[in-house]
């Protein structure tokens, strides 16, 4: 009789366990705790690092969101926000909606636009994936929806950021595992 009980528990916990796999994960990050260190993410890299700001005109939504204003001076790719996939690991061949909010605090000029991609440094460039580009005029804020499939790599990121010129909040990014 006590095996019979322990051999359905271990049933009972096996099948909790295989029903629980690929089941829809969804992180939300707002940037309400006012600093990265607080977040799933980074101001970016190579210099062109966005910032957590509190200022009305740059916020979108609640007290704080990402800001960054593009120098074509300084850089031409403005990569200023990224996921830390140390906190969002985000897995290989899975595929992803990710949804955030914008504000386009300045218009890109002429060739200038905004993007989103996912990266892999294991894959390099060749499996970047949905390079997103837009852009608005200042003062719009929108919403971006977009589904990522992702390559057999372990180490992908997000990456939020402006080519040439312009200025962007980002805020209320929205990461859920669909497959």
Same mark, same amino acid.
């Given at each position: 009789?006590?095996?019979?009980i322990?051999f ?7 099948v ?6 690929g089941?829809?994960?969804e992180?939300?990050?707002n940037?309400e #705790?006012?600093?990265?260190n607080?977040?799933s993410?980074?101001?970016?890299? #190579?210099?062109?690092t966005?910032?957590i700001?509190s200022d009305p005109?740059l916020?979108? *939504? #609640?007290?704080y969101?990402?800001?960054v ?7 031409v790719w403005?990569e200023f926000?990224?996921?830390?996939n140390?906190?969002i690991?985000l897995e290989?061949?899975?595929?992803y909606?990710v949804?955030?909010?914008?504000k386009?605090?300045?218009?890109p000029?002429?060739?200038g636009f905004y ?6 440094n294991?894959g390099?460039?060749s499996?970047?994936? *949905?390079?997103?580009?837009w852009?608005?005029s200042?003062?719009?804020?929108g919403t971006?929806?977009?589904d990522?499939i992702?390559d057999?790599?372990?180490d992908y990121y997000l990456i939020? #950021?402006?080519n040439?010129?312009?200025?962007l909040s980002?805020?209320?990014?929205k990461?859920?595992?669909?497959k």
């Amino acid at each position: 009789m006590k095996s019979r009980i322990v051999f359905l528990a271990c049933l009972i916990m096996f099948v909790v366990i295989a029903c629980s796999k690929g089941k829809e994960t969804e992180i939300v990050e707002n940037f309400e #705790g006012g600093s990265f260190n607080a977040s799933s993410f980074t101001g970016g890299g #190579g210099g062109s690092t966005g910032q957590i700001v509190s200022d009305p005109q740059l916020v979108i *939504n #609640g007290k704080y969101s990402v800001y960054v204003k593009a120098d074509p001076e300084k850089h031409v790719w403005w990569e200023f926000l990224y996921s830390n996939n140390k906190k969002i690991p985000l897995e290989k061949k899975a595929t992803y909606n990710v949804v955030f909010k914008y504000k386009a605090a300045e218009q890109p000029k002429g060739e200038g636009f905004y993007y989103f991609l996912a990266r892999t440094n294991k894959g390099g460039y060749s499996h970047d994936k *949905n390079f997103t580009k837009w852009s608005d005029s200042q003062g719009s804020v929108g919403t971006k929806s977009i589904d990522i499939i992702l390559d057999d790599f372990d180490d992908y990121y997000l990456i939020w #950021g402006i080519n040439s010129n312009g200025a962007l909040s980002i805020d209320d990014i929205k990461i859920k595992r669909i497959k």
